[in-house]
């Protein structure tokens, strides 16, 4: 019997950044993946954040403007175990020389025409924050960012005003804001006075006519899903010319689960393999339709 996993992938939409600002627009990242794959794999090689990695490798695939991206993030050390039954674990010795890294790569599907990405979720690799740094280094300055896509209600659109949030935070230490954002000067003040969880509510009171700063905001978001195991609960109180009220942020997120076949013998996935069934259920399996139309909305 052929055994099988689900693998949960998010989406995101890739958008130009502009003096530190996140804009309206779709950033292309077409030219970046055609430079890149000019470069010997180690002028790939970035360490961001502490996080050391690469580009692997880059296929167009299908009909459409689609890329898969292979990111590889390099490690020394390595945390493996082999687990039978009632018997001991085993930690799993790999011989690396000085210069070999272990590696564990995360599979990204950029949809080049809607502006919109799907990364597989794989603990201990390459997250939605450290892909964003590892673009951006390869510029003098921030040029794009990835926000996160919503169901049922667009927490990034346009047209929506925020006017409260309510967040619970926990193992303040693992999470990694935005450099020189609002939030990442609540979290570094926190941990200033040794803090290891938080209650961050930020309200208008009983101003009516205003707003919290739309953009500082958006980036707040981004940072609580990208730092999700850090996070409790967070809701946020919306405004728009349709609907109001309270949303949970994780209630909403888009995302989907892949189903691969695992080699029996070794339990790895390929590349190509999971490259192939993303790109099918984003395709074929209309999840493309599903998430245009939450951008929509």
């Not at 099988?4 to 993946?33: F, H, M, P």
């Not at 590696?103 to 892909?131: F, P, W």
């Not at 029996?264 to 790109?279: H, K, N, Q, S």
Request: with cysteine.
């Amino acid at each position: 019997m052929e055994k099988t996993v689900k693998i949960k992938c998010k989406y995101y939409q890739l958008r130009a950044v502009s003096n530190g600002n996140i804009t309206e627009n779709l950033y292309d990242l077409r030219q970046w993946i055609n430079d890149i794959e000019e470069m010997p794999l180690d002028q790939r090689k970035r360490n961001v954040s502490n996080i050391v990695g690469r580009l692997e490798e880059q296929v167009v695939v299908g009909d459409s403007e689609c890329y898969v991206l292979n990111f590889m993030r390099m490690d020394e050390v390595s945390t493996v175990y082999k687990v039978k039954g009632n018997q001991p674990a085993e930690h799993v010795d790999i011989d690396v020389e000085s210069n070999e890294h272990i590696a564990k790569n995360t599979v990204v599907l950029y949809d080049a025409e809607n502006g919109i990405v799907m990364i597989q979720s794989n603990r201990g690799s390459y997250t939605e924050k450290s892909i964003q740094g590892y673009i951006n280094s390869f510029f003098e300055e921030q040029v794009c960012c990835l926000l996160p896509i919503f169901d049922n209600v667009n927490f990034m659109g346009n047209d929506v005003d925020y006017l409260k949030l309510d967040v619970r935070l926990a193992n303040i230490r693992q999470f990694e804001a935005t450099s020189n954002s609002s939030f990442e000067y609540l979290v570094d003040g926190i941990n200033r006075v040794e803090g290891l969880n938080a209650h961050i509510e930020i309200g208008l009171g009983y101003n009516r006519n205003a707003k919290l700063n739309s953009d500082e905001v958006r980036i707040a978001i981004a940072d609580l899903v990208n730092n999700k195991g850090c996070v409790t609960s967070a809701k946020f109180r919306l405004s728009d010319d349709q609907k109001s009220g309270v949303y949970d942020l994780f209630d909403n997120l888009c995302n989907d689960t892949v189903v691969c076949a695992v080699n029996d013998r070794t339990g790895g996935i390929p590349f190509e393999v999971l490259a192939e069934r993303m790109y099918d259920k984003y395709i074929y399996e209309h999840s493309r339709d599903r998430v245009l139309s939450a951008l929509i909305n």
